[in-house]
């Protein structure tokens, strides 16, 4: 595609709940990287993908929080029993490699309740 | 970790008036990034600047990586301009921006 997707937009969730957020980066990006950005804040790393491999999940915040990109392409970021403090977008951004030009999709508005 | 600091937090300009933004970090860098976060929360690209300068219609950018330092300029100022404007830099690993906090615009006509 033209740019980043990610779906869905808007997501509520209830506190316990799992979900999951999708993204589709740019055609023939190597790297992925996963933010989330609360209210008020600057974007907060979660995590790296090179293709397929996981390099970096350091910012991920505890291990309710888990990412894949199974075939070096599209990835998903699952939260798992939810809670208000997740509550947040999150966004998806994709480079050609490496340290190249990075491309931020729209994000996904989670809100748990 | 490498530290990323924006000033001022937050401008307001009447339509027509310049300003610049400044993005000072702790370490050399291999990717620097303007954005301009519109209301609605999309992050637009505005330059990939890891040194020199580079202007594109109104806006124009300069690092001076020796230094540490970014800066980002506007000028002629228009109500769609406003918004958060972040500076984001590269770790020495590469695999993560790091956003600064970032500076809210506020024009005005």
């Known amino acids: 595609g033209a740019g980043v997707s990610q779906s869905p937009r808007y997501k509520v969730a209830k506190r316990g709940q799992d979900v999951a957020l999708r993204c589709d980066p740019i055609?023939?990006?190597?790297?992925l990287f996963w933010y989330q950005q609360a209210l008020g804040q600057g974007p907060e790393f979660l995590t790296y993908?090179?293709?397929?491999?996981?390099?970096?999940k350091s910012g991920l915040p505890s291990d309710r929080f888990f990412a894949e990109r199974p075939e070096g392409s599209v990835s998903t970021l699952k939260i798992q029993r939810t809670q208000q403090e997740d509550s947040a977008v999150y966004l998806c951004?994709?480079?050609?490699?490496?340290?190249?030009?990075?491309?931020f999709g729209q994000g996904t508005r989670l809100t748990v309740v | 970790g490498i530290q990323v600091e924006q000033s001022p937090p937050d401008l307001i300009l009447q339509e027509g008036a310049n300003s610049t933004l400044r993005c000072n970090f702790s370490?050399?860098?291999?990717?620097l990034q303007w954005f301009h976060q519109n209301p609605w929360g999309q992050l637009i690209n505005l330059f990939y600047i890891p040194s020199g300068t580079k202007q594109n219609g109104r806006l124009s950018a300069t690092t001076v990586a020796t230094e540490r330092y970014s800066l980002l300029y506007i000028s002629s100022s228009q109500t769609t301009d406003s918004g958060v404007y972040f500076c984001a830099v590269a770790n020495q690993a590469g695999t993560a921006l790091i956003f600064g906090k970032g500076t809210t615009l506020s024009v005005s006509s």
């Open positions: 951004a994709s480079s050609f490699y490496g340290n190249t030009e990075a491309f």
């Open positions: 055609s023939g990006h190597v790297s």
């Open positions: 993908f090179q293709n397929e491999a996981q390099l970096d």
């Open positions: 370490d050399s860098v291999n990717n």
